[in-house]
Every structure is written in C-alpha cells, then in structure tokens.
C-alpha cells in the first residue's frame, strides 16, 4: 500500500491526472483513497477511463515491486495485457504522453507515447497490440501486421498534450504469445521502404 501511495503521488505530479486524497495507516487497517476528474461524454467511456486507470495504477505498483510480470498470464484479454502490463512498462521506462486508445485501431497505433531525444525534440512512438501469438505461416496474421505498420508509419495523429499532428518515428509490435514460423522475418521484408524496416520493434510476451 505504501509503494501504491507512492506510485499514485508521483503521478500525480508528472501526468496530473489522478490525486491522492487520502492514506491512513493505523496498524490495523490501511485506508488509501485516490480520485481523477473524467470528462467523457458516454457511460461506457467513462467504465472504460476508470478501468484503464485503475489497472494502470495496480500495474504499476507491481513493477515497482520487482514482480510485473508474474500475473501477465493472468491477463484474460488484449485491453487487460495493454493496461496493466504495457502501459505502466511504458511509463516505467520512461516515457511519457503514454496514451491508449481504448481499442480503437487509430491507423495502426493501439497506444502512443513520446521520448525527449538528445536534441531537445521529441520522438514518437507507435504501438500494435496483438494477444495471440503471431505466426509467419499464416498469410492474414502477416498481411494484418504489414498493413497496420504501414498505416501506423504514414497517418499522423493528434497528440492530446502538445496538440499538434505528431508522426511516429517507430512501430513497436507487442504480443502477448509469440512469434513463430519466421514471422519477424517476414514482417519485415513485407515492408519495401528500407527507413521503415530499421524502425520496427518486435516485443513478445517472453522479452
């Protein structure tokens, strides 16, 4: 609880979007009450902020305690895997402007985030989220992944904190399985463009 009261107060102060209210340790019971202002315009956005939130914050405090890791085959769905497991490994490393997008495909790019480079600039990133695992002998999975790197690469989208059309600079692919039957391989040469190949990022759920 008290490394959860941590991980809630640093948010707090770097992506501003939840707050700690309040934390009672009396030797008995501990009380930790934490709070965030939603504005969405459906019931169903609001359930889906809240989730993400939550699952954020319990990812997190388990990477904060050296064990994240042990509950990703707890993970019962993809947006499960994406939250509690993707997006507090994202922050943890560093990144910031981490955003999800609830499942919506957004041309390639489930989550986005941002790194400050050596120049002072920032660089974007791409993720797809996969739950299965991805085999090069199967020509939809392949053509699905080329596709969507493709798209992912050449659609700008809307970065919320710096409110400009942003492109990203890489593509990271994370599934939670595994690649098998070449599939790397063959993701990349299905794409022509040689910059773009030197740009993805294949993340499975053993690395």
Not at 75 to 104: A, D, M, Q, W
Not at 115 to 139: I, L, M, N, P
Request: aromatic residues 12%.
């Amino acid at each position: 609880m008290e490394t959860k009261r941590s991980i809630i107060e640093e948010r707090s102060r770097e992506v501003e979007d939840v707050s700690l209210d309040y934390y009672d340790d009396d030797g008995a019971y501990i009380c930790l009450r934490y709070s965030a202002n939603i504005v969405v315009d459906s019931m169903e956005s609001l359930l889906a902020d809240v989730e993400q939130l939550y699952g954020e914050i319990e990812g997190a405090t388990d990477i904060a305690l050296g064990s994240p890791f042990q509950k990703i085959e707890d993970c019962e769905r993809e947006s499960e895997f994406t939250i509690k497991i993707l997006l507090p490994l994202f922050r943890k490393l560093g990144f910031v402007n981490v955003k999800y997008n609830h499942g919506n495909k957004e041309f390639g790019k489930d989550v986005t985030f941002a790194r400050r480079t050596e120049f002072d600039e920032y660089e974007y990133y791409g993720v797809q989220v996969k739950y299965r695992d991805v085999s090069g002998g199967a020509s939809g999975d392949i053509n699905e992944l080329i596709t969507q790197d493709k798209d992912a690469f050449s659609m700008p989208f809307y970065d919320v904190y710096s409110r400009n059309k942003v492109r990203v600079s890489k593509v990271i692919i994370a599934i939670f399985g595994k690649f098998t039957s070449n599939a790397v391989e063959k993701n990349i040469e299905g794409i022509q463009e040689y910059p773009l190949k030197n740009n993805l990022i294949f993340l499975d759920g053993k690395k």
